[in-house]
């Protein structure tokens, strides 16, 4: 098969698709959704394929060779199944949330266009191929922020594209250097011990670009705003599932393929550190949201630090449980955005003091949320718990002091996350019911009686059934997917991770919960026939008047506001204190200020800096 194929069929679905007007309804979704839909059986038809490489040659500069260099291995064949059909699931979602909603003619064409450039990114041989397919999907993610609505949507696409595009730079330098240092671009060519000052320079600069666009801690703060102000479909399709698969692909990629370093090096603990704090950063303001799509955001900054604790651990199972984590992530992040927008679609607001009780009405949208909120939370048997686990094992093989740390950092992040995700499906779902406000454009009507259209409600099956699978059956998805990415079958401890002898049996697991949920049952039914005496709300001391008020969802865990050292934190993260956008932006102004002041329009100031450039260089020129 000719891997052009695979660039090429999205590609002409977007050109197409940009050719049709929007008036002739669901035109452009059905020529988009054929396309995907013959892009995923291209790409499970490339999973059975060898190894294959492709190079068209372009043209020579000096030794710099412009060539495209493809190469098909085990990594990009189980990408391009889940790029595929993450694609596939935003396009047929994406029909039902935009049928009596306006959305640019361009929307249904850049996601294509997404598709084929992520394609180029995941099969690229090559950096100066990877930088350009990079450089356009920041430049697509940008227009799709950009389609929501109003000035926020505007703003929170330039955010996203500052960010990112300034961190695309720092990818650029270190691919300017690569052939400068090391003679090529070539990716399979490349093996570099990192010993040397320009060796690590290179690597955290590819670095800085693989976390930023995953959304790691300090780089993560586009992605709550685009999440706020995008188009739902479009926030699911990029920040919290390809984003993250590309950003962790290429993280993974220079870890494992292209650089060489100790376990015990200075890189890995920068890595860890990082994850650390992206996990206990990232779940403190995750749970004091109480808009929807913020907490999903923050809750998808928390779980990149999973996967970089996992692959920074430099243990196989840590490896293994980072890209799994990876796959697990993109799954279930994309299903919770999809019920998010289920709810958005019938009660016109995702604030939870708006919400409740919506569990009778909508309940396929509901228990699609609660698998996935499970497993984000790490509960068994769902697939979050089994990448996680993996993770923990890692560190508790490590037997350091720093391990132990970071095991307890992800164990109190796996709680905070539950905690925030019970807010969540109480104050949705499970609580009082409150009355929503109505939208302001008549054309659109209000309805919270009725679950999601069946275009939205099957992409939360399907990514729902997924965390269970994935997580009943977790030997499979390691084994086909996972291991030979790692070369854990040449390691010989394939075993231990796909039977769970070392790590979790998920049919023994399953079966104790289910005779743990029928003994519940049982006591429950028997419970009945004994007279009980009833007592008052328990609400942990708190005081609460049942008469004059309500227990909102987003008062739960207000007392950490009242902390001292945690209380401080949230509420100085939630001014953009740690906004590394807001701290640029400070430095910048104060750079300008002090430039104006320099320049004062007088002569004799200007002449007394040229003596002191002049002066300046003369030393320099002195001391070489």
Request: proline share 4%.
């Amino acid at each position: 098969m000719n891997l052009l194929i695979l660039f090429y069929i999205p590609a002409i679905t977007a050109a197409i698709t940009l050719l049709l007007s929007r008036r002739i309804k669901y035109l452009q979704e059905i020529i988009s959704f054929a396309g995907s839909l013959v892009f995923l059986n291209y790409a499970l038809r490339a999973f059975s394929l060898r190894d294959q490489f492709l190079k068209i040659s372009w043209f020579n500069i000096s030794f710099i060779d412009f060539s495209l260099d493809f190469r098909l291995y085990h990594f990009s064949k189980f990408l391009l199944i889940f790029l595929g059909l993450f694609t596939l699931l935003t396009v047929l979602y994406s029909a039902g949330y935009f049928r009596q909603r306006k959305i640019s003619r361009f929307y249904f064409p850049f996601i294509s266009l997404t598709l084929s450039s992520a394609t180029a990114i995941v099969l690229a041989n090559n950096f100066f191929v990877l930088l350009v397919a990079w450089e356009l999907v920041t430049l697509l993610l940008f227009f799709l922020i950009a389609m929501g609505e109003g000035k926020p949507a505007a703003m929170a696409a330039g955010k996203a594209f500052a960010i990112l595009g300034f961190t695309d730079v720092a990818l650029l330098l270190a691919v300017i250097a690569l052939p400068i240092a090391y003679n090529t671009w070539i990716i399979t060519d490349l093996k570099i011990l990192v010993g040397n000052p320009l060796s690590v320079a290179i690597y955290v600069l590819m670095f800085t670009a693989a976390i930023a666009k995953a959304g790691a801690i300090p780089l993560h703060s586009w992605i709550p705003p685009a999440a706020v102000h995008g188009p739902l479909p479009a926030v699911a399709f990029l920040p919290a599932s390809l984003d993250k698969l590309l950003g962790v692909y290429l993280f993974a990629r220079i870890t494992l393929d292209v650089f060489e370093f100790p376990i015990d090096s200075g890189l890995n603990m920068m890595i860890m550190i990082i994850g650390g704090a992206t996990i206990l950063g990232g779940v403190l303001m995750q749970i004091m949201q109480s808009e929807l799509k913020s907490l999903l955001s923050y809750c998808a900054i928390t779980q990149v630090g999973y996967i970089l604790l996992g692959i920074g651990s430099g243990h196989p199972i840590g490896i293994a449980g980072g890209i799994f984590h990876m796959l697990n992530h993109a799954i279930y992040k994309s299903c919770l955005f999809f019920s998010v927008g289920a709810v958005e679609d019938r009660t016109k607001t995702t604030q939870l003091d708006k919400l409740g009780g919506l569990a009778t009405s909508m309940p396929v949208t509901f228990m699609a949320c609660a698998v996935a909120a499970l497993s984000v939370s790490g509960i068994p048997p769902f697939n979050g718990f089994v990448s996680k686990w993996m993770i923990y094992q890692s560190l508790v093989d490590g037997r350091s002091i720093s391990s132990m740390l970071f095991l307890v950092i992800a164990m109190f992040g796996s709680a905070l996350t539950l905690a925030s995700f019970l807010k969540l499906l109480y104050g949705t779902f499970l609580g009082q019911h409150q009355p929503s406000e109505k939208s302001a454009d008549p054309a659109i009507q209000f309805n919270a009686n009725r679950d999601a259209t069946w275009t939205m409600r099957i992409p939360m099956i399907t990514l729902a059934l997924l965390c269970i699978i994935f997580g009943l059956f977790a030997s499979y998805p390691i084994k086909q997917f996972i291991a030979p990415v790692i070369g854990l079958e040449t390691a010989g401890i394939t075993a231990s991770i796909s039977i769970g002898t070392a790590l979790w049996n998920p049919t023994l697991a399953t079966t104790l919960i289910i005779i743990g949920l029928l003994i519940g049952f049982l006591v429950y039914y028997f419970s009945r026939f004994k007279v009980r005496e009833v007592e008052t709300l328990f609400i942990g001391g708190e005081k609460f008047d049942l008469e004059n008020e309500k227990l909102f969802a987003s008062k739960f865990f207000e007392f950490i506001e009242r902390t001292k050292i945690l209380g401080g934190f949230v509420r100085e993260g939630g001014k953009g204190i740690f906004d590394i956008y807001n701290i640029s932006s400070d430095l910048g102004l104060i750079g300008v200020n002090v430039l104006k002041k320099l320049h004062d329009g007088i002569l004799s100031t200007y002449l007394s800096w040229c003596i002191i450039g002049l002066g300046v260089l003369c030393f320099i020129l002195m001391v070489m």
